[in-house]
Nanobody, 126 residues
Framework: QVVLVESGGGLVQAGGSLRLSCASS????????MGWFRQAPGKDREFVASISWSGGTTYYADSVKGRFTISRDNAKDTGYLQMNSLKAEDTAVYYC???????????????????WGQGTQVTVSS
């Protein structure tokens, strides 16, 4: 069992930055690939970024490429999403998710993930 807890969300003006954290407890964090997803009101949950268990492979949605950076610190059992140049359309609840590295590599398909956090709200004012 892995428990994921997101933090760092809030209200920010367009063009600003936020850093989300995803703290993990339970099984060894480094055994899991990680992803970030978001869901805006009235919309489906969408993929944002993913990172392999080692941090060596990352993948981004086109909508955030060049603005967001995913990273992780396995020594701290924590993953991160640095969000720069935020836009109003980035407003959503952001979720982190974990998938066993022994199972498969992380990616944009939400169905592959084994564990999810409760989400943190990000609101970007224009």
């Amino acid at each position: 069992q892995v428990v994921l807890v997101e933090s760092g969300g809030g209200l920010v003006q367009a063009g600003g930055s936020l850093r989300l954290s995803c703290a993990s407890s339970g099984r060894t964090f480094s055994s899991y690939g990680m992803g970030w997803f978001r869901q805006a009101p009235g919309k489906d949950r969408e993929f944002v970024a993913s990172i392999s268990w080692s941090g060596g492979t990352t993948y981004y949605a086109d909508s955030v490429k060049g603005r967001f950076t995913i990273s992780r610190d396995n020594a701290k059992d924590t993953g991160y999403l640095q969000m720069n140049s935020l836009k109003a359309e980035d407003t959503a609840v952001y979720y982190c998710a974990a998938v066993s590295a022994a199972k498969r590599s992380p990616g944009p398909a939400a169905a592959i993930y084994d564990y999810w956090g409760q989400g943190t709200q990000v609101t970007v004012s224009s």
